[in-house]
């Protein structure tokens, strides 16, 4: 007995297609491609399958003709996914935009040039930099959803040219340094647990990201060249295709010396070991690295993994390395990214506040599995 052929079919309406075929005596219909969705129709007559299928892509291909009905959707969707902080950050900012480029006019009418005009406004009432770049990606996240429901032509938030100014912001990356003092005072503190204090002399000397230090394994770093090699290994890999490279510190480096000896007290067997390993051998969990940098501080003293990245880099600066080679030597993947370090001096921080001595914390029980005990003794 011959097997029986599938029935389907391919139809297309106000743009968009789907596909409608036979299955279990009950036709379907799958417009995923087109923004919908693939459901079933109680029918066994193909002539009124067809006739549903592109009534359904006709209303999918009108969606909603305002942006107050499109806002009213997307508001929808947000409250039933149960996020706080989006219902209280996106939806007020995406209200406003609304009501400032007309909640009645056509979501197909809105241009490139209506969005910039909106940005560039705030930017002049005082808007940081970094707030537009997030108002902007909330715009595009409320457009992508109206793309699968109009044919909406322009691309939006992808060629938008912040206001003259805007450069300068308290939180960029220079400003997220530590001076000098503060680096001595870190190691200060850290002189009781020697992971912490390796972990600082390195990142400062290296600017490898948290991560990347995480992840240097024994065999990744060659004592006689002084050599730091940066590569993917088990699930993980680095950030970029430039964060791919070879770091060679300069003799008498003190980060070398500490590379040198965390090697030679591995055994044989350990080489593949992160550098850097909890008790266990595992590698360090940023957020386990975190607390236990915080537990050599007193209380309402922060350090951030990050941060001794970015200072790194402005001492590069500040001696007078070309910004081409502090690139290259951070795996940046685009100039303009170290050329944001050079907006303000780490010197200009607030002074830490007046500590004295540690301050004891009650440790906290472990989490489950073995890469996030907490490492508190030597590493």
Known sequence: MAKRREQKFHIRESGRSAVVYL?????????????????????????????????YLKDLGNGPNTLEAAFEKYAETYRNSKRPSSIRRTLPFLRSFID???????????????????????????????????????????????????DITFDPCQSLEY?????????????????????????????????????IVVGVATG??????????????????????????????????????????????????????????????????????????????????????????PKGMKIRPYGLRHTFAVRALADGTPMQVISTFMGHESLKTTEGYAKSDPADQPPLPDTGAPEKKRPKPPAKGDSHKRETGNA
């Open 100 to 150: 400032a480029i007309g909640p009645h006019r056509d979501p197909s009418s809105i241009t490139n040039e209506d969005i910039q005009a909106y940005i560039s406004e705030r930017g002049k009432r005082g808007v940081s930099r970094i707030t537009l770049q997030t108002d902007a990606g909330r715009i595009r996240g409320f457009f992508n959803k109206l793309l699968a429901k109009r």
């Open 163 to 199: 206001p003259d100014g805007q450069d300068y912001d308290p939180r960029s990356r220079a400003k997220k340094a530590y001076s000098h003092e503060e680096i001595q005072r870190y190691k200060e503190l850290t002189r009781n647990n020697q992971y912490a204090h390796d972990w």
């Open 208 to 297: 490898m990201r948290p991560a990347e230090q995480a992840h240097l394994r024994g065999t990744d770093f060659d004592e006689k060249l002084g050599a730091l090699t940066i590569q993917g290994w088990g699930g993980w890999r680095p950030k970029t295709e430039k964060a791919w490279r070879t770091l060679r510190l300069a003799e008498g480096v003190a980060a070398l010396a500490v590379l040198q000896r965390r090697k030679l007290a591995m055994h044989r067997d350990e080489k593949e070991w992160p550098l850097f390993a909890t008790s266990v051998g595992t590698v360090m969990e940023i957020n386990n690295l975190r607390r236990t940098l915080l537990s050599c501080l």
């Open 23 to 55: 299955r279990y005596r009950t036709y379907w219909i799958d417009a995923r491609n087109s923004g919908g969705k693939r459901a079933s129709l109680e029918t066994h007559d193909p002539d009124i399958a067809l006739d549903a299928a592109k009534e």
